[in-house]
């Protein structure tokens, strides 16, 4: 099997995506180069006991950098003061704290890895045979250093050819169109994932087997979104069928969540079951929305962050398609504004293709709609 590891390093988000054998098998998204680095998924740390609620059954920890929030561990008890080695469980988000576990490993932790080999590490692409990475000149060569291996520069266009956008599209979206009909909707939750079968397009449930074939047939790609998307935790699928007749179904999906080290629970008399996923940090819809009321998913919205990276990948992939034409990037109110306290951001472009681009704040244009001319 071949595979490479496809990285886009921008001002303000930092994108991975797995390759292999020309399918995307896996997909990260971290903080750009311009924004601050946090506690990060996996990572050790030598933390100090900072505070303890015994009320909360936890202890509030210095990170260094940040705070950190750890479930008192059992009968051990700690001491404020007391330095510990600790692995971050979840980042810190949205207000939340960095939540942290004492690592099994006591020992003290070596360098921080830099954050293109920590995306390479979550991944799990440390053996591919090739990267590629689009980012800014000066960048690119300090990546070299850090990441070693065969590395190849690549174009603002690296995610679009490879597929890759697509990928991380449906895996942003709420619902995803299977072949023959049937659709899955993901629903994320902060104590659940329900994952919703609909076979009513099918234009086939009516004959016998039909609707088990098309269960057993959506399991891969059930078992690759959630991958994909990073979801972790409990996850619940409803398959439209019921306990005596989903026996082959359930033996299916027990099959593919042995292979990525899930447990799989009983299905019920109504055709639920349930699976454990490991949680390995923030689910990719995490870490590009916030609590809202609406879009992209009820109770969801993209955050000011994400809707400034896109708009500014959207505009690189036009300035380097037209290397003498001057643009303009029309922008919603909020996007426009966050951009221009954020003038960094756009440096690196200017840097790039020179003072070739203007911003435009577009007063009627929509939250989630930026645009080139």
């Not at 510990?84 to 690592?103: M, N, Q």
């Not at 299916?252 to 990525?260: G, P, R, V, W, Y």
Request: hydrophobic residues 45%; negative net charge.
């Amino acid at each position: 099997m071949s595979a490479r590891v496809l990285i886009d390093y921008g001002p303000v988000e930092t994108r991975a995506a797995l390759q292999e054998d020309d399918v995307i098998t896996g997909l990260w998204i971290g903080p750009g180069f311009a924004m601050p680095r946090p506690a990060m998924a996996g990572e050790r740390f030598t933390a100090r006991v900072e505070a303890i609620d015994k009320k909360l059954g936890a202890a509030f920890v210095d990170l260094g950098d940040e705070q950190g929030f750890l479930p008192l561990p059992g009968k051990q008890a700690l001491q404020e003061g007391q330095e510990l080695v600790v692995e971050v469980r979840t980042p810190a988000r949205g207000g939340k704290l960095a939540s942290v576990r004492l690592s099994p490993d006591q020992k003290e932790p070596e360098a921080r890895q830099s954050l293109l080999s920590h995306s390479m590490t979550q991944l799990g692409g440390e053996g591919a045979e090739e990267i590629l990475l689009h980012a800014p000149v000066d960048k690119f060569i300090e990546a070299k250093s850090s990441l070693g291996g065969s590395i190849a520069h690549a174009g603002p266009d690296l995610f679009e050819g490879a597929g890759a956008e697509e990928a991380f599209e449906q895996a942003l979206s709420r619902v995803v169109d299977l072949p023959g009909g049937a659709r899955l909707a993901f629903d994320e939750a902060e104590a659940v994932t329900a994952i919703d079968m609909d076979i009513s397009a099918t234009g086939g449930q009516s004959k016998a087997g039909a609707v088990a074939k098309a269960c057993r047939a959506a399991i891969p790609a059930i078992a690759r979104q959630i991958s994909l998307r990073g979801i972790g935790g409990q996850v619940v699928i409803d398959f439209p069928v019921t306990r005596r007749d989903g026996k082959a179904i359930h033996a299916a999906l027990q099959e593919a969540a042995k292979t990525k080290g899930w447990r799989c629970h009983p299905l019920s008399d109504a055709g639920l079951v349930a699976l454990t996923v490991a949680r390995q940090g923030w689910s990719l819809l995490d870490y590009v929305t916030e609590p809202a009321a609406n879009a992209p998913v009820p109770g969801r919205e993209w955050t000011l962050d994400h809707l400034a990276a896109k708009a500014l990948r959207l505009t690189e992939r036009s300035l380097d398609a037209d290397r003498a034409a001057r643009l303009e990037l029309l922008l919603p109110p909020a996007v426009h504004a966050h951009i221009e306290a954020h003038k960094g951001w756009v440096q690196p472009l200017y840097d790039t293709y020179g003072n070739r681009l203007t911003l435009i704040e577009d007063a009627g244009r929509e939250r989630d709609r930026a645009d080139v001319r």
